[in-house]
């Protein structure tokens, strides 16, 4: 009864979180459930009542600052001037953008909404079709949640009652993989439509960008030398090392140096053990209000009042969806649905691999119609039971479900990526849909890659967790 409650409120365009307190309320009411109808309230308090939770309205404030501050902007430069000469070279800036962004914004719309403006419209004026521009940019942002920091993994991490830290590490290497696939895609098209590069080569930009690239890699190699091998003082030595950042980028006025050291920083600090996830979004906020506010001067008060209404706006959303979903999770379990779910997997197929295919193929279909936070919470209690039976690593199948959703957010007819993007082009709804297509063949050989590869997710969690 409480799934055809359920079904019933969706099918009447009942937004996804209302339908779900509202079918709990409901079955409580009209079945023979001797539970007070308070308990709904009740669960859904307690159900937002969590620490980890505390990291998504600051994730979403770090990435409105980001947004807001003119950080795009200097992405956008800094990846021109790596590989903007490339044949097809905006196509690579719009990968390679995308990837240092997702290390700061943690969401695909973010992504789609702050760079895509800027790379569908540079796109454009060079020539490129609009619908290649699009393809592009939907492909790259689905990078936003899986490079670290991410929202996804975050409620993800709560539901599942897994480490987040580990979920970010989890999200390196596919993210890398990921990202190489959409280049070599771009490539594909560069070769067949004879493109060339977009911007003339700079030996000076080029070496410029590349000594930015080798003091990301070498700052906390070197943090990590003079603690662990010097002994000197872990929180002094990192406070120096960012002080010598702040002086490098004063004396040969790096691009963006400082915004692409903000996943370094925040994957270092919480796998040293300098801060929790939850303390490392709250470590973003300040890393972005000090470069907006006092290093690049880019923001304002007025402007910082704007975007902290925006966050609340999104995390009011986002927790609703999660309030709403715990209540409904809750009476999936109490009513004994995820028992029979799992039995009726179990007796079909005990293969973790049919498993693995019949749940992707599950993802795919439950994305394409359900906001991805929605998505997460009501799917992690009804299927990881079943992978964990299976020996199923919740890290692995984490990462795995995330991908699926952010393929889903691409697709309609309720994917927002694909609504934003249509905005930002000035294209029809089907033509922006036609665009995307393409772009799912890398996305889908990721997707296989990282579900029946295991090692490639778990090699970095298990290294330092």
């Given at each position: 009864m409480l799934?055809?409650?359920?079904?019933?409120?969706?099918?009447?365009?009942?937004?996804?979180?209302?339908?779900?307190?509202?079918?709990?309320?409901?079955?409580?009411?009209l079945s023979d459930s001797t539970l007070p109808p308070f308990v709904v309230i009740h669960r859904m308090v307690s159900g937002i009542d969590s620490f980890p939770l505390l990291a998504v309205p600051f994730f979403i404030l770090a990435g409105n600052l980001m947004n807001n501050a003119g950080i795009t902007t200097r992405i956008y430069n800094f990846a021109l001037a790596l590989v903007g000469w490339m044949k097809g070279g905006l196509g690579h800036v719009n990968v390679l953008g995308?990837?240092?962004?997702?290390?700061?914004?943690?969401?695909?719309?973010?992504?789609?909404?702050?760079?895509?403006?800027?790379?569908?419209?540079?796109?454009?004026?060079?020539?490129?079709?609009?619908?290649?521009?699009?393809?592009?940019?939907?492909?790259?942002?689905?990078?936003g949640p899986i490079i670290p920091p991410s929202l996804p993994f975050v409620i993800y991490g709560m539901m599942a009652n897994v480490s987040v830290g580990a979920l970010f590490l989890a999200g390196i290497l596919p993210g890398v993989m990921?990202?190489?696939?959409?280049?070599?895609?771009?490539?594909?098209?560069?070769?067949?439509?004879?493109?060339?590069?977009?911007?003339?080569?700079?030996?000076?930009?080029?070496?410029k960008a590349m000594c930015e690239l080798a003091v990301v890699v070498g700052w906390p190699l070197l943090i990590w030398l003079l603690v662990a091998k010097l002994g000197t003082p872990a929180q002094l030595t990192v406070f120096a090392g960012l002080a010598s950042l702040f002086v490098l980028d004063r004396i040969f006025r790096?691009?963006?140096?400082?915004?692409?050291?903000?996943?370094?920083?925040?994957i270092g600090g919480m796998t040293t053990g300098l801060f929790t996830p939850t303390e490392g979004a709250i470590a973003a906020c300040v890393w972005a209000m000090i470069l907006g506010?006092?290093?690049?001067?880019?923001?304002?008060?007025?402007?910082?009042?704007?975007?902290?209404?925006?966050?609340?706006?999104?995390?009011?959303?986002?927790?609703?969806?999660?309030?709403?979903?715990?209540?409904?999770?809750?009476?999936?379990?109490?009513t004994g649905v995820t028992t029979d779910i799992a039995a009726w997997v179990l007796g079909f197929t005990r293969q973790a691999w049919v498993f693995l295919l019949l749940a992707n193929l599950l993802m795919l279909f439950v994305g394409c119609f359900l906001e991805p936070t929605a998505a997460i919470t009501i799917l992690v209690p009804i299927l990881l039971p079943i992978a964990t039976q299976l020996g199923i690593d919740p890290i692995h199948f984490g990462l795995v479900m995330v991908l699926n959703l952010m393929i889903g957010l691409l697709h309609p007819p309720m994917g927002m990526v694909l609504f934003v993007l249509a905005r930002v082009a000035g294209l029809s709804f089907e033509r922006t849909t036609m665009a995307i297509l393409p772009w799912l063949v890398p996305l889908l050989l990721a997707l296989v890659v990282i579900t029946y590869v295991p090692s490639l997710v778990l090699w970095l969690p298990k290294m330092f967790f």
């Open positions: 799934k055809i409650f359920f079904l019933v409120f969706m099918a009447g365009g009942i937004p996804v979180a209302i339908a779900m307190a509202g079918a709990s309320l409901a079955y409580i009411a995308s990837v240092i962004f997702a290390g700061m914004s943690g969401t695909a719309i973010a992504d789609a909404a702050g760079l895509g403006t800027i790379e569908i419209k540079a796109m454009k004026e060079h020539g490129y079709s609009t619908e290649f521009a699009v393809g592009v940019t939907a492909a790259s942002a689905t990078l990921m990202a190489i696939l959409m280049m070599l895609t771009v490539g594909y098209y560069a070769h067949k439509n004879k493109w060339g590069g977009d911007v003339k080569f700079s030996s000076t930009r080029f070496f790096f691009e963006a140096l400082l915004p692409i050291m903000t996943p370094v920083l925040l506010f006092a290093w690049y001067r880019t923001l304002s008060w007025k402007m910082f009042v704007k975007v902290c209404l925006d966050t609340i706006e999104t995390t009011s959303t986002v927790l609703f969806i999660v309030a709403a979903a715990s209540i409904f999770g809750w009476m999936l379990t109490a």
